[in-house]
Each structure stands twice: as C-alpha cells, then as structure tokens.
C-alpha cells in the first residue's frame, strides 16, 4: 500500500468551567486550546515503520515483516469498533511491557501501532515514518494524549484513503467534512481508551472539532461559533493526581451534603450562564460588559472549587499575582496544583500581559500566552507550518 504524505494537527484542550462537578452530573465546558501538537506522516520505501517523538526522547523503527505477524486476523477495518482486547495484549507483548503501568513513551507508540495495524492490517502494511511535535506539555491535564491520538488517527485514515485528504493544491490550511471527523474521532478515542483506560471522550472530542464542547451527563455536544478568547495559561507544575482529587470532593460531598451540593448547583449555574455570554458574543458586538460577566464567573467558580477542596497554595499565589495587575484567573482541569487559565480582556496592554508572564516565571510557573476556541483537527500545506516546528518535523 502506497501511503500519502501529510501534516497534521490538534489543538489541547482547557476545562472553562464546571471541573468536578461534571462528575456529578452538572454541566462542563471544554474548550479547544491554540498549544497544538503537529504530526508529519511521509511514505517510505524501505520496509521499515518508525515513529519519532522528541518532546519525550522516543524513537522506534520496526521492520514491516515483523509487524504483519501481529495482525493475521486484522482485515483493515476503516470504522472503530470495540477495543481489540486481543491486538493490545500481543503489541503489549511486543514492547516488552506486558506488567505494571506504560510509561508516556510506550502508551503512545502502543497508541499509534494499534491505530496503525487496525486500519492497515490488509494487504501489504505500508512503509512509512511519522513524527509528531507537540507545544503542548504531557501529564498537565491540557489533552496531550488527545491531540496525539487525534493526529495519528487522522494521518493514518487520510493516508490510507479511508477518508480524502480535504487539503486543496491552493490551501494552506483545511478541514475536513463532519461525517470524516466523525470517524477520525472515533479511531482517536480507541487511541485514548488504550492510554487512559476508562477515558471520558471529551479531550479526543476537543481535539477533533475545536472551539467549545458542552458535557452533561456523558454526552458531548460541540457548540457552533464561539468568541477566540486571549488567555495566560500557567502551569505550577505542582504533581497531583486527578483520581485523588474526585475521591476528596466526593468525601466532602457525603460529609456536608447541604452545603456542596448548593456549590455544585452554582457551578452548573455557572457554566451555564458563561455558554449564554458567549453565544451572545458571537451574534451581537462585543462590550467590556460581557467580559466583566467572564471574569466574574472566573472568580466565584475559583471559590467554589476552593471550598470543594481542589485548591492549591500554588494556584492561589496565581489568582493573587494576576489580580494585582488586574487580571483574572482560576485553575483548570482538576486542581490540587496543575494549571489555571487568566482572561486577557482585547484592551489589555501588551507590557501588562508581559511583566505577569514575568512574575509568574518568577515564582517558578511555566507560561503562555495563547488563546481559546480555535479551530480543531487540520490538515496543512508544509509552508503554512510555523518555522520552528517544520524544522523539528523535518529534521527526523
């Protein structure tokens, strides 16, 4: 099989509003985050797969031969099924990595070697290298691992045929049809399930169509047009883990249940009053009014998963640094540490935003300016890549 080269890539994703208490059946909202992870697929004749992954020191070339003796009852599927327990368990194998918890490293190439075999299985498997590139860190809760999966699904189907490359000889940047991202999103949430186990399909799903999701209840609806929104994204880097972090809201839950429950309630209010505003953003003029409501709504949610008990000496010290330059900021994802987004309001001054980026490194933070709301999964022409990246991509 002849492969098709390509670029590609899918954006983080940042939690706006409704973290924790989405696990309890309120409303969240997940939006697309302008850090993204690129991927370069380029056909090979050499017989050989390899995958290079620098952001985490990762690289593996494995003969085709070898390869095809995993799959001898593989038929090329092009729609994503249920979990192929069975081709998990053989390229656990195959990696030496059949005990105790994967890595970073191995949980992705385990990710990209069943996308690739599911889909390629048939026939003669193609050669071909992949390297992926990601301004996103790993482990912070921004969908690093969903970009990753939303890319390599996305290449492979476009590769293979499966889906027709929506990039024009005249583009430079393009999308692709809702019934294709439909399916690219299902082969990345096979990607996911494999990295995370039991996952909730929001990040894949962000990283598929951008801009903004609404979660409820495990359904996941994309919402259409909203406002890009300039924000500081910081990372503490304070470790914590999100399975503990759920475990101490819902203790507090059982233990005062008159007083979270209220919380909760306030924080679906809230999401849902921030999905009101910025609807209104995207069909009337945008005034100073609709960002006060923002950062208003910042605010009290930051309260609130405060008194939930996700709060952080780290992440107060963010509130308090951006607050004194007039700023407003609340964590996102699940707390306890991690990272937290700051609203930039369009009159704020470029030497404000940078002497907060400054303190905030200062306190030993990692920063970025960036924005929210920004487009999902694309595919690009090589002179649309910013320099940098294009360098790295084709430097392996």
């Not at 059946?25 to 004749?45: E, P």
Request: aromatic content about 6%.
């Amino acid at each position: 099989m002849q492969v098709t080269d390509c670029v590609i890539s899918a954006p983080g994703k940042a939690i706006l509003h409704g973290e924790h208490a989405v696990v309890h059946g309120k409303v969240a909202l997940a939006v697309s985050l302008n850090l993204r992870t690129y991927l370069q697929l380029k056909g090979t004749s050499d017989g050989k797969v390899c995958i290079n992954l620098p952001n985490i020191d990762t690289f593996h070339s494995w003969d085709i031969s070898e390869l095809k003796e995993l799959v001898p009852s593989i038929n090329g599927k092009k729609e994503a099924q249920r979990l192929d327990a069975e081709l998990v368990r053989r390229l656990r194998e195959f990696l030496g990595v059949t005990n105790g918890n994967l890595d970073t490293c191995n949980m992705a190439t385990l990710a990209f070697l069943y996308i690739y075999l599911s889909l390629c299985g048939s026939g003669e498997l193609p050669s071909l290298t992949v390297c992926v590139w990601s301004e996103l860190p790993t482990g912070a809760g921004l969908g690093s691992s969903a970009a990753f999966s939303v890319c390599v699904a996305a290449a492979l189907l476009c590769s293979s045929g499966a889906i027709p490359a929506p990039l024009k000889e005249w583009d430079h940047t393009a999308r692709w049809s809702q019934e294709d991202l439909e399916r690219i999103n299902s082969w990345a949430f096979q990607g996911e399930m494999i990295i995370h186990g039991n996952p909730s399909g929001v990040d894949n799903a962000v990283g598929t169509w951008g801009g903004m999701l609404r979660f409820l209840a495990g359904k996941i609806i994309p919402l259409n047009r909203v406002p890009l929104l300039r924000i500081l994204l910081t990372n503490t880097k304070v470790p914590r883990s999100t399975k503990v972090l759920v475990a101490r809201v819902k203790d507090k839950i059982n233990k005062f249940p008159s007083i979270l429950t209220p919380v909760l309630d306030s924080v679906d209010a809230i999401s849902c009053t921030c999905e009101r505003v910025l609807s209104e953003m995207t069909h009337q003029p945008i005034t100073g009014d609709h960002y006060n409501i923002l950062e208003e709504l910042i605010d009290m949610n930051q309260h609130h998963l405060n008194v939930m008990g996700v709060g952080h000496p780290a992440l107060d010290t963010l509130c308090r640094v951006t607050l004194t330059k007039g700023l407003h900021s609340k964590l996102t994802g699940a707390g306890g540490g991690g990272c937290g987004i700051t609203l930039l309001r369009p009159e704020t001054d470029s030497l404000v935003v940078q002497s907060t980026l400054q303190d905030l490194r200062d306190c030993g933070f990692d920063c970025w300016e960036t924005s929210i709301g920004g487009p999902g999964v694309q595919q690009h022409s090589l002179s649309s890549v910013k320099g940098e990246i294009l360098e790295v991509l084709s430097g392996y």
